[in-house]
């Protein structure tokens, strides 16, 4: 009998899932985490029962991926190379907690690393892109246009062209594509060589490729999200061996260094153990599973095998499970008991499991009759609960792997389906995206999860990638998974839907809301709007730029692709002026990249003088289309481009705020902030109200960057209301700054809660959350609680406070009989439902109902 691999240990460490793992040389891994961090592993003893280990300074986003680079000239013993959510690659040596280098380039997540003997670095990211790198810069670009990257990998090299590196990329469009890279044309040019066609491509997954590992010179393993495993022949192109068993996402495979077997993580909880083809073998051929290693958690996100054959997997519950088929270094049997009963107690969704017979399920009886396959799942019933077994062909039993959660009349009957494209459905969901992107149709099954739904639903459409969040949401809603006794989790355990993408998004849409301690007003700190895709806005400037009436000069072009937080004084000054000159004579068709470069531009006191000088900035008002607002004209004579450019102008102001109010002094008051007062009775108060908010509706960016500058106007009032600040002595107009913001957060608040739910999903949580903020803010201004309160003194804070609002709200169709007072209680109880709608949306993030939570409290009572 095959020896099996048996419980050895758990590393603690990581605060959330683990993403990435490696094996740089014996008894030593390297993780990272979404956490934001990098940690290393050092198993101590035979038993491998201890360890010790050490984290690595911070990232500033989640960590996705890890490799090591072998030992070099400048780095003997080695680099641990980590891809992160902020972009960038980072490289770490043994014992050093600061990164030793970064490489900067990458427009979106870098999801995978490889590293060849020479020291060249191979990245690939979300951008579509894969790029080489030394240890100082890129060397050279891939292209696949449209396509995420997910994996990566250096190829051995052809012996007929020992010039030249071999590597295959795995992408979102299902190919597997082997690149032929000249080693003389990656070199440190400006800009790199961009490679756009492939060698060869490899067809046969109908899902992303996930993963690759190499056999040998011949053989390439992939994995992919269409649940299946495949060996390829680069030589023949062709697909010579299937590996069926996962029954969800493949997420990362890797091959035994003994070439004895190789192990793969996915989706389902599982690790499975596979045997490697015959060499020689050209027929396609189906191969079984070895061994399934059922997991206690949501998913096993990454696999390594070490140089001891042991099998270690990084998973979503933040723990990394070591297995091995050595005894000597297998886990005692008690402790294997333990771990086995930690596995028997999880939970696995009845909506993973496909079609359930609620009435026909078996006893425990069903356990007599042996399995057919490895891994092969039986749902009986014991003392009326649902358990789910799995059997294991090299232990010759049911091994039970968890309590079926998710009520069964919510698994499809058949019943009431929907035909689409030739297949049936539970639901078929029209989804309005938004932004003159015309309806489209999305299918779903009860029995699927929304996330996976969300994604494969995104790369058929080519969507932008943050739109996961919002569609799952959709699904949830839409499909009734919010209900109390819908199915409310995915595979692993507790009651949650967790996007198994990102590892974000751990919705739970009927766990107990318990508000946050920590207070949510009044906010101290403005929020900045900087983010920008340089390269995108470079690129569509040099197509603009052809056809503008008056084009940018080649210099100011030269300072836009040199554009960064470290640029002095002079040269920013310099493209906003050359920004400033052609902005007016641009339409606003192909004006917007110049938009989004003066609301970062403003970061520096002189450009941000210049923009807001009264000629410049009626200039971009003007081209913004923001001009027809000040004058009243029809919201409905706003274009999707004018639309677009005052989003810019919004973010310009936001961020004007966060530079210019710390510059203040009583001697000198920025130009942006008079102007950004003056317009806010004008223009920004308009966007709070029909018409003008309607136009808003479904335009989720314009939305937040409305709320960001609501929050900062919020803040600044806070900050500088008070009698000694000198800002508010100079601009007396920031004292009415807090009605203001009390009116335009009510508005738009009550305006995205009145649409419906789906439209509220359509939103990012910033929005009501920013919204909250500045409203809570603002009242904490305008009526602050006294040092001391008694019981009368806190009823009568609470009533002077609804009446701020109430009086700040316009009633709609008031009569001109009705007193002041009735409009102030009709005001203020249309805040407090809308409050409480917020305080109470189970699809709202935990953020947002917690903000409505505290300012209900602050309020009212009793809630």
Not at 11 to 26: E, K, N, Q
Not at 366 to 388: D, F, H, Q, T, Y
Not at 428 to 454: C, H, Q, R, Y
């Amino acid at each position: 009998m095959m020896e099996t691999f048996k419980f050895r240990s758990e590393l603690l460490g990581h605060t959330s899932d683990v993403r990435g793992i490696c094996c740089p040389r014996d008894g030593f891994l390297a993780s990272v985490s979404r956490d934001m961090t990098l940690r290393t592993w050092d198993i101590e003893g035979a038993s491998g029962q201890t360890f010790s280990t050490m984290e690595f300074a911070k990232h500033s986003k989640y960590v996705t991926s890890v490799s090591f680079c072998p030992p070099t000239q400048r780095f003997s013993t080695g680099v641990i190379l980590t891809g992160s959510n902020d972009n960038l690659i980072r490289g770490f040596i043994e014992g050093q907690p600061d990164p030793v280098f970064s490489l900067n380039g990458h427009t979106g997540t870098v999801c995978t690393l490889d590293c060849n003997s020479h020291g060249v670095i191979l990245s690939g990211s979300w951008d579509s892109t894969a790029r080489f790198w030394d240890l100082d810069s890129c060397l050279g670009i891939i292209q696949r246009p449209d396509a995420t990257i997910w994996a990566v990998l250096f190829l051995l090299p052809s012996d007929t062209r020992p010039d030249e590196y071999l590597v295959a990329t795995g992408s979102s469009d299902s190919c597997i594509c082997i690149w032929s890279i000249p080693k003389n044309s990656l070199t440190k040019t400006n800009p790199p060589t961009e490679f756009k066609t492939p060698l060869k491509t490899l067809r046969g997954h109908t899902d992303c490729v996930r993963s690759l590992a190499l056999l040998d010179r011949d053989r390439l393993l992939s994995s992919s999200n269409d649940a299946s495993i495949r060996c390829w022949s680069i030589k023949s192109e062709s697909c010579i061996a299937e590996f069926y068993g996962h029954t969800s996402f493949v997420y990362s495979i890797a091959v035994d260094p003994a070439r004895q077997f190789f192990a793969s993580a996915g989706e389902d909880r599982s690790v499975r153990v596979w045997p490697i083809p015959e060499l020689g073998s050209s027929e396609l051929g189906q191969l079984e599973c070895q061994q399934t290693l059922l997991l206690p958690c949501q998913t096993a996100w990454c696999v390594t095998v070490t140089f001891e054959s042991d099998i270690a997997v990084g998973c979503s519950d933040s723990k990394i499970r070591l297995f091995s088929k050595n005894t000597q270094s297998q886990s005692s049997v008690a402790a294997i008991k333990m771990y086995e009963a930690e596995l028997a107690s999880s939970q696995v969704a009845a909506a993973s499991l496909g079609e359930i017979e609620k009435h026909n399920l078996p006893g425990i009886e069903a356990l007599a009759i042996p399995g057919v396959s490895e891994g092969e799942v039986k749902v009986i019933r014991e003392n009326e609960a649902l358990m789910c077994y799995q059997w294991s062909k090299s232990a010759l039993q049911w091994l039970k792997v968890g309590k079926v959660v998710g009520s069964a009349d919510h698994i499809a009957t058949g019943a009431n389906r929907t035909l689409f494209e030739g297949k049936e459905y539970d639901y078929v969901f029209s989804v309005d995206l938004g932004d003159n992107i015309p309806p489209v149709k999305l299918p779903f099954n009860k029995t699927e999860d929304p996330w996976m739904v969300a994604q494969s639903f995104i790369y058929k459409h080519n969507l932008p990638q943050d739109y996961l969040d919002q569609i799952a949401k959709f699904i949830i809603t839409q499909a009734g998974l919010d209900k109390p006794d819908a199915i409310v989790s995915s595979i692993g355990v507790g009651n949650s839907l967790v996007d198994p993408f990102t590892g974000a998004g751990r919705y739970v849409p009927y766990s107990d809301f318990t508000p946050s301690a920590l207070p949510c007003f009044p906010s101290t700190e403005y929020i900045c709007i900087e983010n920008i895709g340089l390269q995108m806005v470079l690129n569509k400037l040099n197509n603009f730029n052809a056809v503008a009436p008056k084009p940018l000069s080649k210099s100011s072009l030269d300072l836009i692709a040199q554009m960064n937080p470290d640029m002095s004084e002079e040269n920013a000054l310099t493209l906003t002026q050359s920004i400033l000159e052609v902005v007016g004579e641009w339409p606003c068709d192909i004006a917007f990249p110049l938009f989004d470069l003066l609301r970062c531009l403003v970061r520096w006191e002189r450009s941000s003088e210049a923009i807001f000088q009264p000629s410049a900035f009626a200039s971009l008002l003007h081209t913004s289309g923001l001009s027809k607002v000040e004058s009243n004209a029809s919201a409905q004579s706003l274009k999707n481009t004018e639309l677009t450019c005052s989003l810019f102008v919004f973010r310009l102001m936001a961020n004007a705020i966060f530079f210019d109010t710390p510059r203040a002094t009583s001697a000198h008051i920025p130009a942006s902030l008079p102007c950004v007062f003056e317009k806010i009775p004008t223009l920004i108060n308009k966007f709070a109200d029909p018409p003008l908010v309607n136009v808003l509706e479904k335009k989720k960016h314009p939305m937040v960057a409305l709320a960001t500058l609501v929050h900062n106007l919020a803040t600044l009032a806070y900050l500088h209301s008070s009698e000694h600040s000198s800002l508010a002595s100079a601009l007396p107009t920031v004292r009415d700054l807090v009605n203001q913001c009390i009116r335009m957060a009510s508005r738009i608040l009550i305006f995205i809660a009145t649409q419906n739910t789906s439209s509220v999903l359509v939103y990012p949580s910033e929005v009501p959350q920013r919204l909250l903020i500045a409203l809570g803010t603002a009242v904490v201004t305008s009526i602050p609680s006294p040092c001391t309160a008694t019981s009368q003194t806190e009823a009568d804070l609470r009533k002077r406070r609804t009446e701020l609002i109430g009086n700040a709200i316009p009633v709609q169709g008031a009569s001109g009989t009705s007193s002041a007072n009735n409009d102030a209680l009709i005001g203020w109880k249309q805040v407090e439902e809308i409050l409480l709608y917020w305080r109470n949306c189970k699809v709202a993030e935990k953020g947002v109902r917690n903000c409505a939570d505290q300012l209900l409290k602050m309020l009212i009572e009793q809630i």
